[in-house]
Nanobody
Framework: QVQLVESGGGLVQAGGSLRLSCAAS????????MGWFRQGPGKEREFVAA????????AYANSVKGRFTISRDNAKNTVYLQMNSLKPEDTAVYYC???????????????????WGQGTQVTVSS
């Protein structure tokens, strides 16, 4: 059993930056692929970014490429999402997710993840 807790959400102006954090409990974090998903008002959940257990591989949705960066610090059991050049369409609840892996996978489907956080609200004003 693993628990994930997101933090760092808030209200920012368009063009601003925000850094989200996801703290994980458990002894196997270093072997977990991690991802970020988001769900805007009236929209379906969508993939944002993912990172392999070692941090050597990453994947991003086209909508955030060049603006968002996912990273992790396994010694701190924490994954981050640095969000720059924020747009109003980035407004959503952002969820952290994790799943145990044995390789270098960066899953992009929500169904591929076993553990989910409660979410943190990000609101970008125009």
């Amino acid at each position: 059993q693993v628990q994930l807790v997101e933090s760092g959400g808030g209200l920012v102006q368009a063009g601003g930056s925000l850094r989200l954090s996801c703290a994980a409990s458990g002894r196997t974090f270093s072997r977990y692929a991690m991802g970020w998903f988001r769900q805007g008002p009236g929209k379906e959940r969508e993939f944002v970014a993912a990172i392999s257990w070692s941090g050597s591989s990453t994947a991003y949705a086209n909508s955030v490429k060049g603006r968002f960066t996912i990273s992790r610090d396994n010694a701190k059991n924490t994954v981050y999402l640095q969000m720059n050049s924020l747009k109003p369409e980035d407004t959503a609840v952002y969820y952290c997710a994790g799943t145990p892996v044995t390789g270098w996978a960066t899953p992009i489907g929500g169904h591929e993840y076993d553990y989910w956080g409660q979410g943190t609200q990000v609101t970008v004003s125009s």
